[in-house]
């Protein structure tokens, strides 16, 4: 595996435009090679489902506390452009299914093509949702707490209206992970829409989505999203950015702790999630954040795994070293809430994760 990537990677850099030995080789097109290098160090209280990800609490007993390290997060991409006619990229991580080895995995990989006010893109990148997120290191960003994103396949048309408005609308793969059928079963794709709008520095995003997914048996699940992004400046330091957003079956994109039902048991959901970034001038950063996920409790029946509420409470500090290395130190606390037979328990966990970054 490591002489493939090797090799890959080898004579992506050659296409570049790096000579060899033997003949200079050079792309007719403009590629630029970027990435970085990523390690966290995590400490979990009690257990969390996820391993290295933060998905929900799992125990409430002291021992399934867990320590891990991990250079999975470590990412390199290539952004390939025509003159700005025709650009492409493909971006890859180490945070592959296998969850005890790093596996590469395809974040995105997809060619756009523009003319006059419109973009047309074919291939993986971010759904529709407003691309706003908290601050936090960790790779699941906010995941099953209130933050909506996920990247999939899709054919996806934007039109630029002005500077200040745009709007996009998008034919999607109905599930984020190949091997549910259940999504791509229903023989639909996921419709997807957007409309953004920008207001001097601040920033609002409004996506919309539809879709289905369908069981051998017929039994079908009804997936119905309306999210609300935010972006606003409060000072030249201070920002605040979130997510505000209703709907049902959201497992496609990080909502509803996860949970898809059929028919009339449709797991509808709420939630967002709020950050304020502080970023003064200097060495030093901060991130708070607060995130919530919260299916309809009598949407799900009581059992060990029904999860009725995520929330996550977070702070972070980060320093560059060097002028380019990033550390940071991130506490947080996580509250996830079970129905079961005996009523309504909550299991919490505190999570703390040291990460330092070298981009490139």
Not at 120 to 132: D, K, N, R
Request: hydrophobic share 40%; net charge positive; glycine share 10%.
């Amino acid at each position: 595996m490591k002489k493939l990537l090797f090799g890959l990677f080898a004579a992506a850099i050659a296409l570049a435009g790096q000579a060899s030995a033997q003949e200079a080789v050079t792309s007719k097109y403009k590629v630029n090679f970027y990435g970085f290098v990523k390690t966290d160090a995590v400490y979990d209280s009690h257990g969390v489902a996820g391993n290295d990800y933060m998905f929900y609490v799992d125990s409430d007993k002291a021992s399934a506390r867990d320590f891990r390290i991990s250079s999975k997060g470590t990412r390199l991409g290539f952004d390939i452009s025509d003159n700005d006619r025709v650009t492409g990229k493909i971006e890859t991580d180490f945070q592959g299914d296998d969850a005890s080895n790093a596996g590469l995995r395809l974040r995105h990989g997809y060619l756009a093509l523009k003319a006059d006010k419109f973009e047309i893109l074919a291939g993986q990148t971010w759904h529709l949702t407003p691309l706003e997120l908290s601050g936090t290191v960790n790779e699941f960003a906010l995941g099953y707490s209130g933050a909506l994103w996920m990247r999939a396949p899709q054919l996806r048309v934007t039109y630029k209206h002005s500077d200040a408005l745009t709007f996009a609308a998008a034919a999607v793969r109905p599930t984020r992970v190949l091997t549910d059928n259940e999504g791509t079963g229903s023989g639909l794709p996921q419709a997807q829409a957007q409309a953004q709008l920008k207001l001097g520095k601040a920033k609002l995003t409004l996506m919309g989505a539809l879709g289905q997914w369908r069981k051998n048996t017929g039994e079908k699940g009804e997936v119905k999203l309306v999210d609300l992004g935010y972006n606003i400046p409060l000072t030249s330091a201070l920002t605040l950015n979130g997510q505000i957003w209703t709907g049902q079956n959201l497992y496609d994109f990080l909502g509803g702790i996860g949970q898809n039902q059929y028919g009339t048991s449709a797991v509808k959901a709420s939630g967002g999630f709020a950050n304020l970034a502080v970023k003064p001038a200097g060495r030093f950063s901060y991130n708070l954040a607060y995130g919530v996920d919260n299916p309809v409790n009598s949407c799900l029946a009581a059992a060990a795994t029904a999860k009725t509420k995520n929330e996550t409470l977070l702070a972070n500090a980060s320093a560059l070293v060097y002028e380019k290395v990033s550390v940071t130190l991130e506490a947080a606390r996580m509250v996830t809430e079970y129905k079961l037979t005996s009523g309504m328990e909550d299991f919490d966990t505190m999570h703390y994760q040291l990460s330092m970054k070298f981009p490139f």
